[in-house]
């Protein structure tokens, strides 16, 4: 029997309502299968943690971490804490510390999903993000000087790195190869002349080793509008952590909500564990009320299953979303359904045991 085991954050706000159905379907999906099994593990990190222990997780975190094969994570930050720490104590230094580099997150529609979008088809919906997970704009890097005085000054560094840039942009380059597809690249050289006038180069340099892979390169003020206007056009998407991040709201946004967006970390080398996590926030907003949608997170567990290779149970899961959405019976608010969080979570159960 191969045995996974899954170190559990389910975090903060709606992190834990969330998380709760990701771990049953992905229970559920070991024991029909029957020859791999889950072994889950629950870190109670988060912002009650900091209120009483100062800090977002034990100082040994990424240690007790690094033994896992992969993390299971809800969400993270709450009123209370500042975002900038709760988020740069955990989730982002579980990222920098794991060299999650790749940020994999699929923007597609699914049959039933609400597409705010006039004549949009389900196939015209149907893009894999490779977000830069590791630097650029995310660095870290920078000073606050002067602080509080007059003359006060902050910095804010981004960091491109030819390794880490590199890397990425073939790993996507590798996607577009394997699955056929055009690979589109999006930056904003006109107006950040070194780093992304850098990024264009580095895009340029290695499409030369792939010349059967169809390329096109993007403004990102540019792209947002054509995400809008003409989705079709993107299938594999290469760009910097923080377009990235930005972007892929707006394509939740065009295609069923923050409730149905899911996104892998991944160290693709598996030095280290990969994270998998809804790309929401902890919504604080509707936390504690069992309102929240956990597609989302169903739809990570189904990345979590392809990383390992159980990729007939990833895609089982796709198509069990898809069944919930089309039946319409079985949906939380955000969908226009009245279920709750938890009743999500057994219909896809028993969508799969069908
Ligand atoms: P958010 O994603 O938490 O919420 C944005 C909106 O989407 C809210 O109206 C919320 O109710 C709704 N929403 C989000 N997920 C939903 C779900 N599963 N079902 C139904 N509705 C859902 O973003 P925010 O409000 O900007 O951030 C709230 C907190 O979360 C902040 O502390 C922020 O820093 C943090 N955050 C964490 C992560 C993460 O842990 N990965 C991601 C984004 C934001
Ligand atoms: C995401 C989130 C994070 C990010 C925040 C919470 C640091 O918005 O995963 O999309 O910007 O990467
Ligand atoms: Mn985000």
């Given at each position: 029997m191969q045995k996974h085991k899954i170190a559990v954050i389910a975090g903060d706000g709606i992190g834990p309502e969330v998380i709760a159905e990701g771990v049953k379907v992905l229970k559920k999906t070991a024991s029909l299968d029957g020859s791999f099994e889950f072994e889950f593990t629950d870190f109670p990190w988060g912002c009650e943690y900091y209120l009483k222990e100062g800090r977002m997780m034990p100082e040994n975190g990424i240690e007790i971490l690094s033994k896992f094969d992969a993390i299971f994570l809800g969400a993270v930050g709450f009123p209370g804490v500042?975002?900038?720490?709760?988020?740069?104590?955990?989730?982002?230094?579980?990222?920098?510390?794991?060299?999650?580099?790749?940020?994999?997150?699929?923007?597609?529609?699914?049959?039933g999903a609400p597409c705010p979008l006039a004549g949009v088809k389900r196939e015209d919906i149907n893009m894999t993000f490779v977000r830069e997970n590791s630097e650029g704009e995310y660095a870290g890097s920078g000073a606050w000087l002067y602080k509080d005085k007059p003359n006060e000054v902050v910095i804010q560094n981004g960091v491109f790195s030819?390794?880490?840039?590199?890397?990425?942009?073939r790993y996507a380059f590798e996607l577009a190869r394997a699955e056929k597809k055009t690979l589109t690249s999006i930056s904003k050289g006109n107006a950040l002349n070194y780093s992304m006038v850098f990024w264009d180069q580095i895009f340029k340099e290695v499409s030369a080793e792939y010349p059967d892979v169809e390329t096109h390169s993007l403004l990102v003020d540019a792209a947002s509008m054509f995400m809008v206007k003409d989705p079709k056009r993107f299938q594999i998407v290469v760009t910097s952590n923080l377009f990235g991040d930005i972007l892929t709201d707006l394509?939740?946004?065009?295609s069923g909500g923050m409730g149905l967006a899911a996104g892998a970390n991944l160290n693709p080398e598996r030095k280290y564990p990969s994270m998998f996590e809804p790309i929401h926030g902890s919504a604080p907003d509707?936390?504690?009320q069992q309102i929240?949608?956990?597609?989302?997170?169903?739809w990570a567990a189904s990345?979590?299953?392809?990383?390992f290779g159980?990729?007939?149970?990833?895609?089982?899961l796709i198509d069990a979303i898809?069944?919930?959405?089309?039946?319409?019976?079985?949906?939380?608010?955000?969908?226009?359904?009245?279920?709750?969080?938890?009743?999500?979570?057994?219909?896809?159960?028993?969508?799969?045991?069908?």
């Open positions: 500042p975002d900038h720490i709760s988020l740069w104590q955990l989730l982002l230094t579980i990222r920098k510390s794991f060299d999650q580099y790749i940020n994999l997150r699929p923007v597609k529609l699914l049959e030819r390794h880490g840039c590199e890397r990425v942009i394509g939740a946004a065009i509707i936390a504690g929240s949608n956990p597609l989302a997170t169903v990345q979590m299953l392809d990383f159980h990729k007939e149970w990833g895609a089982k898809e069944t919930l959405l089309k039946e319409k019976k079985t949906l939380t608010p955000d969908l226009g359904g009245t279920a709750k969080t938890s009743e999500v979570g057994d219909a896809v159960c028993a969508v799969i045991s069908k």
